[in-house]
Antibody, heavy 123, light 110 residues
């Protein structure tokens, strides 16, 4: 049973960087794509980006240039760094795992395991 | 990359059916069979309930079904139960390894 847990500061000052970590419990860390998603208060889900164990990343165009997602495979952790935050970056941030079907997993298959989320307030 | 279009709210009575639509373009929903749906109860993380347009993960009741026609995907919940009251989000591949969520639909079971 894969489990994910986000962690990081709950409060970040405007213009400073936001850094979050997601710790994963699984024996198959390198088999999946890992994703960050966020949800502003009272609003919908926004996909931020994916990372694969090769280090390859894909980001939503609206955050490209301001966001970096990385992996530490030895610690089974993925990280999110968002630069120059504003109040609009206030949200619950989730990490999630890509679905595996018939031994294959791709970032667009769907997200079948999510962390509980961590709230970040920019103020 | 705009969010997929979902109705803001849908309602139904217990035992009835409710359908939530998710409209995109030929570059996302219409172009691929990689549409999934998520259920989110207040204060909780989303839960995958449909993948590949119409497949259900194990443990998801068969009251939940998905379909697609052209650029619009749909989630149908039959035999509505009070616990189905939640927010629902669609999600689609958009090509070039990016994805997009729908704006979300609040389902009310009256």
């Amino acid at each position: 049973q894969v489990q994910l847990q986000e962690s990081g500061p709950g409060l970040v000052k405007p213009s400073e960087p936001l850094s979050l970590t997601c710790t994963v419990s699984t024996d198959s860390f390198n088999s999946y794509y890992w994703s960050w998603i966020r949800q502003p208060p009272g609003r919908g889900l926004e996909w931020i980006g994916f990372v694969y164990h090769s280090g390859t990343t894909w980001y939503t165009p609206s955050l490209e240039g301001r966001v970096t997602i990385s992996l530490d495979t030895s610690k089974k952790q993925l990280s999110l760094r968002l630069r120059s935050v504003t109040a609009a970056d206030t949200a619950v941030y989730y990490c999630a795992k890509s679905l595996m079907i018939a031994g294959w997993s791709y970032n667009y298959y769907g997200l079948d395991v999510w962390g509980p989320g961590t709230t970040v307030t920019v103020s | 990359q705009s969010a997929l279009t979902q109705p803001r709210s849908v309602s139904g009575s217990p035992g009835q059916s409710a359908t939530i639509s998710c409209t995109g373009t030929s570059s996302d929903v219409g172009g691929y069979s990689y549409v999934s749906w998520y259920q989110q109860h207040p204060g909780n993380a989303p839960k995958l309930i449909i993948y590949f347009v119409n497949k259900r993960p194990s443990g998801v009741p068969d009251r939940f079904s998905g379909s697609k026609s052209g650029n619009t995907a749909s989630l149908t919940i039959s035999g509505l139960q009070t616990e189905d009251e939640a927010d629902y989000y669609c999600y689609s591949y958009t090509g070039t390894n990016t994805v997009v969520f729908g704006g979300g639909t609040k389902l009310t079971v009256l």
